[in-house]
């Protein structure tokens, strides 16, 4: 990660999205990890960051779902824009059959605030330390008691090394959790590091799913994400009716054009690393709208 900076640099814009060649997107899919970015006096970014993404607004966000052939999506609140949740609540507000989302709080909100961000569709608390601007995992108990009567979860944006220094605090929470980008470990450790044990450790518990989203932050190889495979599919083992998957749209923070990733390129690669369909329906369709529930529907777990 690059340190964080108040002149942060430009990252990339999202390349055009298409749909994956090697399957037909099955009707239900979901993509479980994306961002809407705003920017400007209206909504600006926080000054401490790591980079500084162009705009992407829930209307763009839409049209790159469509564009795929993805039915629903989850708005992940991203980093610069820190607790300020205007953004979602705007894209859950103009989507509600489309989007769900997730948001970050520093633990001031009240219950009636919460309460009003649930009702809009917000299902879950983001918990981010891949870049400077997120909530840290120093408050993921506090987090779990404001989500538990609110019946949401605790997203995990942590590296693998961190998911095994806090294992067994994560062990001993009653609230659901997710863990995003594959467990943030990079493919040239390998599945027996200790770091990645000890995520698939946390993914086997039955309140813990996975995203297999990120791949093009963990590979050393590049599209089609080869030497990853070995923990998509070591996680599929782990927790088949618990994985999901996102595109991490619009994939910020990167800055070389050779490295950044586009959606159908993602899709087939996940493909090629999970050919069984049953299960690649599991982790498109089924297993997410079990977590999520439909957007325009309540779901209390």
């Known amino acids: 990660m690059r340190p964080a900076t108040d002149e942060a640099p430009f990252c990339l814009p999202p390349r055009f999205s ?3 060649t090697s399957f037909a997107i099955p009707r239900g899919a979901w993509d479980t990890h994306a961002h809407v970015i705003g920017g400007g ?8 960051r790591n980079y500084t993404p162009p705009p992407q607004t829930p209307e763009e966000y839409v049209a790159v779902l469509d564009a795929v052939g993805l039915d629903y999506g989850i708005a992940i609140q991203i980093s610069v824009h820190g607790n300020d949740n205007r953004l ?15 948001v970050s709080i520093d633990g001031s909100e009240s219950d009636a605030e919460l309460i009003e961000l649930r009702d809009l569709g917000v299902c879950g608390i983001r918990v981010n330390e891949h870049f400077a601007g997120g ?12 989500c538990r009567p609110l019946g949401w979860h605790v997203d995990l944006g942590l590296n693998a090394a961190r998911l095994r220094e806090l294992s067994d605090l994560l062990h001993e929470l009653d609230i659901t959790l997710v863990i995003d980008h594959l467990g943030f470990c990079p ?15 946390l993914v086997r518990m039955e309140n813990c799913w ?7 932050r963990l590979t ?28 991490d749209w619009p994939n910020v923070a990167m800055f070389d054009e050779r490295l ?21 329906h599991a982790i498109l369709v089924d297993n997410p709208a079990r977590l999520y529930g439909i957007p325009g529907t309540r779901v209390l777990r």
């Open 220 to 247: 050393q190889q590049g599209a089609p994400y080869d030497d990853v495979g070995p923990f998509y599919r070591a996680l599929c083992e782990a927790a088949p009716t618990r994985t999901i998957w996102g595109a």
């Open 210 to 216: 996975i995203k297999l989203s990120g791949a093009y």
């Open 260 to 280: 950044m990733p586009e959606i159908g390129e993602q899709l087939d690669a996940l493909h090629r690393q999970i050919d069984d369909l049953d299960q690649l």
């Open 135 to 146: 909530s840290g995992a120093d408050q993921i108990q506090q987090f779990a008691d404001r």
């Open 88 to 102: 979602i609540a705007e894209a859950l507000a103009k989507y509600p059959s489309r989007l769900r989302g997730v």
């Open 41 to 48: 006096p209206a909504m600006p970014f926080v000054a401490h």
């Open 187 to 201: 493919a040239r450790l390998g599945v027996d590091h200790p770091d990645f044990v000890a995520v698939l450790d």
């Open 18 to 20: 298409r749909a994956p």
